[in-house]
């Protein structure tokens, strides 16, 4: 018997509703492993080691933490604009932060957050440091007044080693030979050879380990050590000495396994007009296309090499194209992705990427050998260890101190953004012997040590003024300009408060906030599970997935979780539950009316969503703008109790709703006392 047209849809719809009851405990599993990956690991490396299948591990990405939290330090500097015009002062002042900024990001400090203010006439300068222990070190460095230089490629030749410092060099080397001989001598005498690399080896990286380098591949090891490797067999110790730019090795080698697989492949370019690396070709992008479908319907295996000779633009073309073996992730996405999924011997095309239009031919794919190798190292020595490196720019004598000013200009006929310079009568001077001696060469301007800017002298500069040109957008333009007068204007800054929030006092602070958290939220799931019974016990599930997905949400896009964000989290979860309780009670009043069970769920979620929308978007206005005029604490809260707001509605509206639907077929009709909840007798 076939089913009537009005149980089919009613068939659908129920499946939906199952598949979404699925989703949601699905969504619960993975936003609780994201969160907390360690428990997930545990299980993970567990069954790796009962059954050997080697299932990767889900990495860990901490939450970030506030500075009350997390612990480091908050200082307030005074910037001394005195030396500085009124109208400029602003400027400079965010011209100093940014060099602040830069500073401390070269430290490796994480999420660090700087803030100018203005305080009547005084403007501040407030550093919040999560993490930092050493604050003196951090004072110091914050502290300097910004170093602006002008410096020139450096076309010294290098010194040759002098005959002393060679001997000095074939000395070293012919002991550490001796060295490295006596030490095979003791391996092959039978002494343990882990026991000898800890005693002896100069890897520091592998040294503790006994010598191991675990397993090495082409591309990620030294040529000579994966020669050796391949050439030996499993259990070779001490065999020969292996020179290397390190020095000498002496290895062992273990097993072998299959590494990642990498493939072989030749091809043919053609390129066109504005595609990457292409000066020379006359093509069009449509000519290139029919050009290179040309080329593709003639090739073969037999004359693929001779094609690339002959039309490839790739300088692969005089070898036939042949690009030897890789791996992924060694080649642009496009190109690897047309060659991995190609079969051996086929050739495909024409395969589009930034270069322009392929032919690929691939011609092999297998995995790579990878060889468990330990060693112990006795360096040796070169000329670098004499002789520095070269510096690659050198000073000019110019710096922030002959700059009047920077300033953003447009060009006059082209309307291009531009940065201008003006030098004193000094830094005329220097500046004009500067462009006379680098014309058609880079000069590049460095703060704090660091490159900002480096443009060509296009032409000599005999008055002092100067524009830096280049395809800027006002955006970089400004901040170059900010970067130029915080090395030239004298803007000290001076600490007047630190205060230094201790590790320990963090972690204190951070468990009593999670403990209120989570009482809070068993609190209310306790609550609503005795007042409102069936759909209470409902409303804890949605809640256990706001919750989850909520933290989650919080650690993709980088919340930082101060006291404040937590205090607005908590708060959140009241909201959350708040509008459960609306769509409750509207289910009630329908139920008490007569209204059958599944009529009386989707009513009630009707009648409450008009109050639900209007309470959570008055409160996200007062979220935007505690985060627009708030200070950081303020932003901390509005920002955790809106994402939390926005999860509150999605979970509220969708996932109770879907739940409610799902038991509501278990029931009869018209219901009974498991959803009217904490209902007088008399009402019912």
């Known amino acids: 018997m076939q089913k009537s047209k009005h149980e089919q849809p009613a068939v659908n719809t129920r499946s939906k509703i199952r598949w979404g009851i699925v989703g949601i ?17 545990r299980a993970i490396d567990a069954v790796n080691i009962a059954t050997q299948i080697g299932i990767p591990r889900i990495p860990d990405h901490p939450f970030q933490l506030g500075l009350d939290l997390q612990g480091g330090a908050h200082l307030i500097y005074q910037a001394d604009v005195s030396g500085v015009s009124f109208g400029d002062r602003a400027q400079a002042v965010e011209g100093v932060k940014d060099v602040i900024e830069r500073r401390i990001n070269a430290t490796g400090v994480s999420e660090p957050d700087v803030r100018t203010s203005k305080v009547g ?46 001997a000095q060099i074939d000395k070293y080397n012919a002991a550490a030979k001796n060295r490295a001989e006596s030490v095979i001598a003791r391996i092959k005498a039978d002494e343990d050879f882990e026991t000898v690399a800890k005693e002896i080896s100069e890897d520091e990286l592998s040294k503790n380990n006994g010598g191991f380098l675990n397993f090495i591949a082409p591309d990620r090891a030294d040529p000579e050590l994966y020669q050796w490797a391949l050439e030996r067999s499993e259990g070779d110790a001490a065999v020969d000495l292996v020179e290397n730019r390190e020095g000498f090795n002496i290895l062992k080698r273990g097993e072998d396994r299959d590494g990642e697989v990498q493939a072989g492949a030749s091809h043919i370019l053609i390129c066109y007009l504005g595609s990457r690396g292409c000066a020379n070709s006359q093509f069009t992008k449509e000519e290139a296309y029919e050009r290179a479908k040309s080329v593709f319907d003639k090739a073969n295996a037999g004359n693929f090499a001779a094609l690339a000779k002959e039309y490839s633009t790739d300088p692969s073309a005089q070898s036939g194209g042949d690009l030897g073996k890789f791996g992924k992730g060694m080649m642009v996405k496009e190109f690897e992705d047309a060659v991995f999924s190609a079969k051996v011997g086929q050739i495909i095309g024409p395969v589009e990427t930034e270069f322009g239009y392929h032919i690929i031919y691939k011609t092999s794919e297998e995995p790579v050998k990878e060889y468990e190798l330990w060693r112990i190292l006795i360096k040796t020595q070169s000329a670098t260890d004499i002789l520095p490196p070269q510096e690659q720019w050198i000073s000019t004598g110019l710096s922030g101190s002959q700059l009047e000013r920077a300033e953003v200009v447009t060009d006059g006929q082209t309307g291009a953004v531009q940065v201008s310079l003006q030098f004193n009568s000094e830094g005329t001077d220097l500046f004009k012997g500067i462009t006379e001696r680098n014309v058609g060469k880079p000069v590049a301007i460095f703060l704090d040590g660091l490159p900002i800017s480096i443009p060509t002298v296009q032409t000599i500069i005999p008055n002092g003024k100067a524009v830096i040109t280049g395809s800027f957008n006002i955006v970089e333009a400004r901040l170059l300009s900010q970067r130029l007068n915080a090395g030239a204007l004298p803007v000290p800054v001076n600490l007047v408060s630190q205060q230094t929030i201790g590790a320990s006092l963090g972690a204190e602070s951070l468990q009593k906030s999670l403990k209120a958290g989570v009482f809070a939220l068993l609190v209310v799931m306790l609550f609503m599970v005795l007042y409102y019974r069936l759909p209470g016990i409902l409303s804890v599930i949605a809640l256990i997935l706001y919750f989850s997905l909520t933290m989650a949400v919080f650690k993709i896009i980088g919340v930082t979780l101060s006291l404040a964000g937590i205090a607005g989290l908590i708060l959140s979860i009241g909201m959350a539950v708040d509008a459960n309780v609306l769509i409750f009670e509207r289910l009630k009043e329908e139920l008490r009316r007569g209204k059958s069970l599944k009529a009386a769920i989707e009513e009630g979620f009707l009648r409450a969503w008009s109050s639900i929308r209007d309470g959570n978007i008055s409160t996200l206005i007062t979220c935007l703008l505690l985060i627009w005029f708030g200070s950081s604490f303020v932003q901390g809260f509005a920002v955790t109790l809106a994402v939390g707001v926005l999860v509150s509605m999605f979970t509220a509206i969708t996932v109770t709703r879907v739940m409610l639907r799902f038991v509501a077929a278990w029931f009869p009709r018209f219901g009974n006392a498991l959803f009217l909840g904490a209902a007088k007798k008399s009402e019912l």
């Open 25 to 41: 405990f699905v969504l619960i599993l993975i936003t609780s492993i994201f969160n907390a990956p360690a428990y997930a690991n």
């Open 121 to 166: 006439e005084d403007f501040r300068i407030n550093i919040e440091l999560p993490g930092v222990t050493d604050v003196s070190a951090a004072i110091s460095m914050i502290g300097q007044t910004p170093t602006l230089e002008f410096k020139e490629e450096n076309n010294m030749q290098p010194r040759e080693l002098a005959e002393e410092e060679k």
